[in-house]
């Protein structure tokens, strides 16, 4: 059983495109994206015929040429796939992917978790619902995400959403089949308040599970708020704890990833003001977490802003971790973005991209994995407002390893300063650097020294700084291409390290 991307290294290929995957002038979408040996295959969904969705997927050359696609469809249901990384290969020539299949009932719909089997050119093998059998149909099973157990079976997370009353409860959700699709079990979290729905799914290296959740509270719109959750349960899904990561404000759902040595990160954004009536102002916010829920360490990312969303994140063999998302640049146009961390939370790099001039228009990237040629590839959709014409579709961005359009063309701007640091750490933006860069520590009371040396320990920066500073600009463009430890040095004690990349 493997989860990882074809290996390999070649040439870097670059691609930023724009795909209607349906013939007739309707919306298209897409959340998930792997890599095949000869190309890429999308998941998303299409508005389709007879106004019920389609899912569809799409298979792209390593040019980025649409090669085929298929749909799920009928004329009685609307299928679509589950959120970011809810399709995942499980061996050589078998896929799994989850999703949603609705059909509309006389007082509103009738909603059932779907787990489909593909074979390697993704026919599928078959499909299976999971749900109420009989009316009155007042419960949805909503499927999202979904992972592979140690012993080989499936885990998928959700919402069980309950039409009982007058307000609509969503419970998070877990269950796990053998490879056939048959049921073994499943749970609901009735024991959490508020709606709370699950996104993300991970075996845990205890052999437990650990959900991506968000929890929504009913309230008046002014006190408005949602927050991250991090559920976990043992190997037969029985809750162990929850962890709450959010601020007091609306925050996003959580998306999860294993690290390399074991441990759970989590990836969401995380609101620093609310904004009644409008998105609240969010940062991206990275934690790693072991699994008993103590916070290994916990980091966030550049200015807060308006329509700040999350899409997924990846673990590369390496250790680094690579995220995108989808953030305002100047109202109301926002753009999609792709970040690479460090294994221990550092920025590397922060990219920024788009298709579309029109002010309007939107852009969003859901889910990004590395590709055999040492680049990464992102998918997600674009929105068209005139200027630009079309219909919603299908947007791919393909990169090289540090996230550049081109070999000419690579996004840098002031994006990319982080939070304020924390006690001990230096923080250096833009990073990678090329001509300059700038320092950010805790101010100190004492003159300090701040110096930079190469992996060799050859020094190639020493500069004194004022009691209370808490930043300084470095002139870097006569450094040698590589990678520099900073040390913060006061009263002949290392006070505060960090490290930058320069090009």
Known sequence: MTLSPVSGSAQAVYFNNRYNLYPFNTWDYSKTILEVEDGYIISGATGGDNNLHNMALTKLNKLGEVVWSKYMSD?????SPGYSGSLLKYSEDVYFGAGIARSYTSNWVYDRGLLIKYNSEFDTLWKKEYGETSAPFDTSYLFRNL???????IIMT???????????????????????GNKLWEHVYTNLPGDVQGYSVISTTDGGYAIGAFQYYHVPPSDETGDPLVIKTDSL?????????????????????????????????????????????KSPQVTKLDNNGSIIWERRYLKPKHFTYPGNLYVDADGSIILCGKTMVSFPR?????????????????RQYSLMIGNDSEHMLYDVIPASDNGYIACGYVNPVLPDTGTQDVWVVKV???????????????????????????LAFPNPAKDFFRVQFQQVSQK????????????????????????????CSHWPPGVYFGQLICDGKIVAKGKVVVK
């Open 75 to 79: 004329f009685d249901n609307s299928y």
């Open 147 to 153: 992972t592979f157990a140690l012993d080989g079976g």
């Open 158 to 180: 959700g919402s069980w959403v309950e039409y009982s009353t007058e307000i609509m409860n969503a419970h998070a959700y877990l269950i796990k089949t053998d490879t056939s």
């Open 237 to 281: 899904g029985n809750f162990e704890w929850v962890k709450n990561l959010g601020s007091e404000y609306s925050d996003s759902q959580d998306m999860l990833a294993l690290s390399t040595d074991g441990n759970i990160l989590v990836y969401c954004t995380y609101a620093v003001l609310n904004n009644p009536g409008s998105d609240s102002y």
């Open 334 to 350: 926002n753009t999609g973005w792709m970040m690479k961390l460090t294994s221990d939370g550092d920025s590397l790099w922060y």
């Open 400 to 426: 090289d390893s540090m996230g550049c359009e081109s070999p000419t063309f690579c996004w840098v701007g002031i994006e990319e300063q982080q939070v304020a640091p924390k006690m001990g750490e230096l």
């Open 448 to 475: 300090s020294l701040l110096q930079f040396v190469d992996m060799t320990g050859r020094k190639a920066e020493e500069t004194n700084i004022t009691p209370f500073t808490t930043t300084e600009v470095l002139n």
